[in-house]
């Protein structure tokens, strides 16, 4: 029993070192934290952000307007050249291409005006073709026309004349056989035979009458 009283109190002892410990530990760890803490708001009251530090404030405005200069130079000497230079080459480029443009328009204008101008001259070449074939043709009927009607006129004089002929032959007949039948009749009428002449000129008196 003696034994077991000594386990036991040896384990209360140990326990309570134990717990001991613990609060030391617990009491050290929240004394570090707090030395932090101070530390750190020490340092943030003594350290504020640069642009908002008074006493630089000067400096750091010379450096801007320095920095400012630099880039305005840089820009201006450098950057600017090279986009006026793109700039211009490009409107060289929109510059040349309008020229190109007009250029084309120009030639086609004035293709299509000579193609109008041939045209009109065509047309006009083949109108006078037209008269002047009209003419020729106009002429050549017109000379067939006078050459037909000449023609038309000799064989119609021919036929006249061959139509006088025949009537004077036909007339020269019917004359003959007239007065050979007057001259019958008289003779059967009368007994005798008469003269001639007589005969004649009493056809002819009847033919004319």
Excluded: C, W
Aim: proline share 2%; glycine share 6%; aromatic share 2%.
């Amino acid at each position: 029993m003696a034994e077991s009283h000594m386990a036991e109190s040896h384990m209360a002892e140990s326990h309570m070192a134990e717990s001991h410990m613990a609060e030391s530990h617990m009491a050290e760890s929240h004394g570090e934290a707090k030395g932090t803490t101070a530390h750190t708001e020490a340092e943030s009251g003594k350290h504020t952000f640069p642009p908002f530090q008074k006493d630089t404030f000067a400096s750091q405005l010379v450096s801007l307007v320095i920095a400012f200069v630099a880039l305005y130079l840089i820009v201006s000497r450098i950057a600017l050249p090279r986009v006026g230079s793109v700039l211009d080459a490009r409107q060289g480029a929109i510059d040349g291409d309008l020229a190109a443009a007009q250029k084309l328009k120009d030639e086609s204008e004035a293709a299509l005006k000579a193609y109008e101008s041939e045209l009109a001259a065509a047309r006009s070449r083949a109108q006078a073709i037209g008269a002047e074939t009209r003419e020729k043709l106009n002429a050549a009927s017109e000379a067939e026309r006078k050459t037909l009607e000449d023609r038309l006129a000799a064989k119609l004089a021919e036929a006249e004349k061959a139509i006088a002929a025949t009537r004077a032959t036909a007339m020269g007949n019917v004359r003959g056989i007239a007065a050979d039948a007057a001259a019958a009749i008289v003779q059967q009428l009368t007994g005798l035979a008469p003269n001639a002449k007589t005969v004649n000129k009493a056809v002819d008196a009847s033919l004319k009458g």
